[in-house]
């Protein structure tokens, strides 16, 4: 059995498309569940970043300009 190091859920490597070898090589895994979340997570917008970066940005314009 293979647990996911993310979400503590077992599966079995013939579910999860692993050879008894390739499991013993595994230092880490995390299943396809908790990847596609770490994904969206990863890819979502966030409007408010967006405006901090850009104030930093005008910052960093500002003194060089001064």
Known sequence: MVCCDR???WFHPRCI???INEV???DRYTC???TTEML???N???PEMNTK???DLWNG???KKD
């Open 7 to 9: 979400c503590g859920e």
């Open 32 to 34: 396809d569940e908790c």
């Open 24 to 26: 013993k090589m595994l």
């Open 17 to 19: 498309k692993l050879t």
């Open 40 to 42: 969206k997570a990863k």
């Open 61 to 63: 314009i500002q003194v």
């Open 44 to 46: 979502r917008y966030d």
């Open 53 to 55: 970066v850009q104030i």
